[in-house]
């Protein structure tokens, strides 16, 4: 089946510093991928959708400068936080569907995750 | 903007017991997809059902079963035999039709089961 992969799974930083998570469809290239954030004990919210080879398109109240995402290639895009703080401490989930343009009716494949914790 | 609604934070059944976990979805599209997640402790989102909105017939999964009303928008999960192993969080998710087509989650159900 498909998998996606995302590293780190777990990342310890001082608040001012940048950390970059990464998230590859690993046997399927995928033109999209979606970056979620999932509080404790709550659900999975839409950050962003990253486009291979354009602009991320980013969801109400979510700071595009705060949250850099660059799609580089079918298989890889990466989520940036920027000058993380420690309200952005999270666990922080990508997905990605099969296909160029992948059908609606297909499902989401997720990554395993990565938990950031800002000191 | 589509919203997905849990009504029910937590949930608990017996063991070998069946449980129906509920979901309604507000939309104004007459073709989508809909699905059911797991989320175990580990976090890893396991995909449990889909259904299609254009099907009638109510999809189901070796013990898992859904029942979607489509004109009442509500898409209810029933797993039959329950099994210590489904503990988890359960999401019920919208995906919309369009160009990216994005993944809409409901607050999640937490479900225990009792041994």
């Known amino acids: 089946g498909a998998v996606v992969s995302q590293h780190p799974s777990r990342v310890i930083c001082k608040s001012g510093t940048s950390v970059k998570i990464e998230c590859r469809s690993l046997d399927f290239q995928a033109t999209t991928m979606f970056w979620y954030r999932q509080f404790p004990k709550q659900s999975l919210m839409l950050m962003a959708t990253?486009?291979?080879?354009?602009?991320?398109?980013?969801e109400q109240g979510v700071e595009k400068d705060k949250f850099l995402i660059n799609h580089a290639s079918l298989t890889l895009s990466t989520l940036t936080v920027a000058s993380a703080h420690p309200e952005d401490s999270s666990f922080y989930i990508c997905?990605?569907?099969?296909?160029?343009?992948?059908?609606?009716?297909?499902?989401?494949?997720f990554g395993n995750g990565t938990r950031l914790t800002v000191t | 903007a589509q919203t997905v609604t849990q009504s029910q934070p937590e949930m608990s059944v017996q063991e070998a017991e069946t449980v129906t976990l509920s979901c309604t979805y507000d939309?104004?599209?007459?073709?989508?997809?809909l699905f059911w997640y797991k989320q175990p402790p580990s976090r890893q989102m396991i995909l449990v059902i889909r259904q299609e909105a254009y099907k009638q017939q109510n999809a189901t999964e070796n013990r898992f079963s859904v029942n979607f009303q489509k004109a009442a928008k509500s898409f209810s999960l029933k797993i039959s035999d329950s099994q210590l192993g489904d503990a988890a969080m359960y999401f019920c998710?919208?995906?919309?039709?369009?160009?990216?087509?994005?993944?809409?989650f409901g607050q999640g159900t937490r479900l225990t089961i009792n041994p």
């Open positions: 998710a919208y995906r919309e039709r369009g160009l990216f087509q994005k993944l809409v």
């Open positions: 939309t104004s599209e007459s073709d989508y997809y």
């Open positions: 997905s990605a569907g099969q296909g160029v343009g992948s059908s609606y009716n297909s499902p989401l494949h």
């Open positions: 990253s486009n291979e080879g354009s602009k991320a398109t980013y």
